[in-house]
């Protein structure tokens, strides 16, 4: 049975992926659990840096799939932890599979988390580029996803992550990977949104956008909402691109 406990974490590098980061805690959240949290910052900006100097693989993918400068300097982060008590109404079924999809096994299927094993998190991304703030333009929505079409849950995530015998302790961070849905608008990273470059997406002003360029904000918006309960905010992350030095 999946029984792992767990926080939600809304931590961001803006690198235009939108993920989910799983905190693994205890029941109780207290000033120390914090401080660490803001602590591993450093971590965290490491493999941010470690990710962006990867998108050089990708060239084998599409020609000019990289932006413009790798060195560019991407600034902007955010912690807020949300725990699962106060999420507790927004809790939902599991993703259903596609038929023909293999079920999970059995270490990671249990009745309860089929049926509450999901969580209806919405997520926003958008855009505002140099021009368009210069025009009083407001930031561009680029795309609107929600977690409960994560291919597997928070608690599969952890387990599977565990059952190997690593050592998961409290404050160990966990990301889902690119959280998308179904539809166009629902994609959570640019690569897919411009179907590897190939796709440009129109901007108010004129604009289009194949990849970030400089002077470009990302904006990422998280929260939960749903009639008869509060509504529940992860906070809003900012970065812009920087030209080089």
């Known amino acids: 049975m999946i029984s792992w406990r767990y926080h939600v974490v809304s931590i961001v590098a803006v690198v235009l992926a939108f993920g989910l980061g799983v905190l693994a805690g205890t029941s109780v959240v207290n000033d120390n659990f914090i401080a ?18 990867l998108v050089g693989l990708y060239e084998e993918f599409a020609d000019g799939l990289q ?3 790798l060195d560019d300097v991407l600034i902007g982060e955010e912690a807020i932890v949300v725990t699962m008590e106060a999420l ?3 809790r939902t079924a599991a993703f259903e599979r596609p038929e023909g999809d293999p079920q999970p096994l059995d270490y990671l299927n249990d009745e309860n988390n089929r049926k509450f094993g999901g969580l209806d998190i919405n997520f926003e991304v958008y855009i505002q580029t140099e021009r368009m703030r210069s025009e009083n333009i407001e930031p561009h929505l680029l795309s609107s996803s929600n977690s409960k079409d994560l291919y597997w849950t928070v608690g599969q995530m952890l387990t599977h992550h565990a059952s190997n015998g690593c050592n998961l302790q409290t404050g160990d961070l966990i990301a889902s990977g690119t959280v998308s849905g179904r539809e166009k608008d629902e994609r959570g990273c640019l690569l897919e949104l411009t179907w590897r470059g190939t796709e440009p997406i129109e901007l108010p002003s004129g604009e289009t956008r194949r990849f970030l360029e400089d002077g470009d904000e ?11 309960f509060r509504r529940i905010g992860f906070g809003e992350c900012r970065g812009r691109i920087l030209p080089a030095d």
Do not use: H
């Not at 660490?36 to 100097?53: F, H, L, T």
């Open 36 to 53: 660490d949290i803001q602590a591993n910052y450093g971590r965290a900006q490491e493999q941010r840096d470690a990710a962006i100097a």
């Open 67 to 69: 932006p413009t400068l």
């Open 88 to 90: 507790a109404p927004f």
């Open 218 to 228: 990302i904006i990422m918006k998280g929260y939960c909402e749903r009639e008869g």
